[in-house]
């Protein structure tokens, strides 16, 4: 049973451009969150997707945006990159009880490590 | 204010002793969910355990235990038999409300000696 997987792996771009990194979700699950980690920080939450829409969204700028296909992968756009966004990227995966709200497991990919010069 | 609080920024402990990682939180919700999660250096946050806020007794996940105390507002992480492989950065996170986010502490390094 293939856990949470990310791609790329590692990337670098330069500031001003444009990058998608991708995720594809725990078997099982229908929700997929997308966190940015700052070295030595905990993880903030950027957005989360269900249904191919977004239900929530962080306090990241529009520049961040994302998308979810009918097979619950998801994509996670930022464009003009600027340095302080290089991070380690994460996508979590999860199923919602949507009736009650409740989820008692979130499991996480490898992450993307991405660096902006 | 903090919604997780994780006052050890580094804790050592012995190979085969027992550790407790604090974590305080802060929500008005009665329905929330606490989570740990171990992050080593390669980076991959690895889900650990679960407390729901209902749930009656402490959750255990092999050599895992989270001693929940409502009153208190904490939700510790006990590491029993600590393994070398143990050597990371432990994040307790909450979920509030309706299907929310996870909201994240600062994180405990965690280093065992041998």
């Known amino acids: 049973d293939a856990g949470v997987t990310q791609s790329p792996t590692h990337l670098i771009k330069t500031r001003g451009q444009q990058v998608t990194l991708r995720c594809s979700p725990k078997?099982?699950?229908?929700?997929v969150s997308w966190y940015q980690q700052a070295l030595g920080q905990g993880p903030q939450f950027i957005f989360q997707?269900?249904?191919?829409?977004e239900r929530q969204r962080g306090n990241f700028p529009d520049r961040f945006s994302g998308h979810q296909f009918p097979n619950y992968s998801s994509e996670l756009n930022v464009n003009a990159l600027l340095l302080g966004d290089s991070a380690l990227y994460l996508c979590?995966?999860?199923?919602?009880?949507w009736g009650t709200g409740d989820y008692n497991e979130q499991f996480f990919g490898p992450g993307t490590r991405l660096t902006v010069l | 204010a903090q919604k997780i609080t994780q006052t050890q920024p580094g804790m050592f402990v012995q190979e085969k002793e027992a550790v407790t990682l604090d974590c305080t939180y802060d929500?008005?919700?009665?329905?929330?969910?606490l989570f740990w999660y171990k992050q080593p250096s390669s980076g991959e946050m690895i889900f650990l355990i679960y407390?729901?806020?209902?749930?009656?007794q402490n959750a255990t996940e092999g050599r895992y235990s989270l001693n929940f105390q409502k009153a208190r507002k904490s939700a510790n992480l006990v590491i029993s038999a600590s393994q070398l492989g143990d050597s990371a950065m432990y994040f307790c996170?909450?979920?509030?409300?309706?299907?929310?986010?996870?909201?994240f502490g600062a994180g405990t390094i965690l280093r065992v000696k041998s």
């Open positions: 996170a909450m979920r509030e409300g309706y299907g929310n986010k996870l909201v």
């Open positions: 997707y269900y249904e191919e829409e």
């Open positions: 929500t008005s919700d009665q329905s929330y969910g």
């Open positions: 979590a995966s999860s199923f919602v009880d």
């Open positions: 078997s099982g699950h229908d929700t």
């Open positions: 407390q729901g806020s209902y749930d009656e």
